[in-house]
Structure formats: C-alpha cells, structure tokens
C-alpha cells in the first residue's frame, strides 16, 4: 500500500511540476516582450490563497488539475506576429525541453504529453490561441472563421481522445 501511495504522490507532484514549469514559460516569455501580466494561478475553482507581488496577483485554487497564466491580452495583441507566437508556445517549448532532459522517466512523459496536448486546437489551449493569432493575421477579425477554428479543433481534440481511447 505504501508503495502505491508513494507512486501516486510522486505521479501528483511531477504533474503539477510540469504545469508550473509549463506557466513558467509563458511568464517568462510575456515578461521578455514585454507584456504585463496580471494574475498567475495553480488549480482550478474557488481561490484558497494569494499573494500579490508587484503588479501580479499569484494564486492558489481548491481543484490542483491545471493553471494559468493571465496577461494582459490587449497588449499581446499589439506585439508582432513572431512575438505573440513566442509568447503562445514558450509553455510547450518548456514542457518539449524538459522532456528531453529527463528522458525514460514518468516527469519526461507527462511533459510530452502536456506539449502535445497544448498543440491541439482545442479552444483555450496554446495550440487553439495560436491558430487564432495566425487566422485574425491572415483573415481579420472574421466570426466565420473563428468559429470554424473553435468547431474544428474541437472536433480535432475528440477524434484524437476517443482514437487514443479505443487503443487501450
């Protein structure tokens, strides 16, 4: 039984690990551009605690299944194109990075895992935010298209879940 608990702890703890690392980078990568960040959280639901630190509220949720980064997106949206897309993708480079560093071990999956997961153009996820970027640079701001890329990579984010299901 211990050691059922100790692999579940250790299971929890590289999870979380990777999803701060994950923020980290895009922290790191807004504060690089330039773009102000307003609020950083681990978890998800009602707020347990917080501490504010320069112009950042940092939090801490009742759920630990996620966090988040919240910037201010008016001003990544008046960054160039290249600098919008660092700033989206440097959670995944870090969780990529990572994953090469600890090679063969569970921490190195979950990180592959968070990466490829992000990349899908699930709504809200980095991949989803990214197209977004390149759609509104490409198209304008066109309702059409947004919402065929928010349809789309839904249907995108399904497909791949049930495929991968029904190779267990």
């Given at each position: 039984?211990?050691i ?5 702890f250790?299971?929890a ?15 790191f990568?807004?504060r690089?551009c ?6 950083a959280?681990l978890g ?9 630190v ?5 939090q801490?949720r009742?759920?630990p299944v996620g966090a ?5 997106m008016?001003a990544l949206?008046?960054?160039p ?24 071990t569970?921490?190195?999956?979950l990180n ?8 899908v153009?699930?709504y ?8 977004m970027?390149?759609?509104r640079?490409?198209?304008g701001r066109n ?7 928010t349809l789309?990579?839904?249907?995108i984010?399904?497909?791949v ?6 190779n267990?």
């Open positions: 039984m211990t059922i608990i100790n692999v579940l250790g299971f703890a590289s999870f979380i690990a990777a999803l701060v690392l994950h923020e980290l980078g895009h922290l990568a807004a690089v330039g773009v102000p960040i307003k609020q959280g998800w639901g009602p707020k347990l605690c917080g501490v504010r320069g112009d950042v509220d940092y801490l009742a759920l988040y980064i919240q910037m201010d008016a949206q008046t960054r194109l290249l600098q919008q897309l660092f700033v989206l993708g440097a959670g995944i480079g870090v969780n990529l990075v990572l994953c090469v560093l600890t090679w063969g569970v921490f190195s999956t592959f895992a968070l990466a490829i997961g992000n990349l153009p699930f809200q996820l980095d991949g989803w935010k990214s197209a970027v390149i759609c640079r490409v198209f309702p059409f298209v947004e919402w065929g890329l789309g990579g839904g249907v984010a399904l497909s879940f049930i495929r991968a299901f029904l267990f």
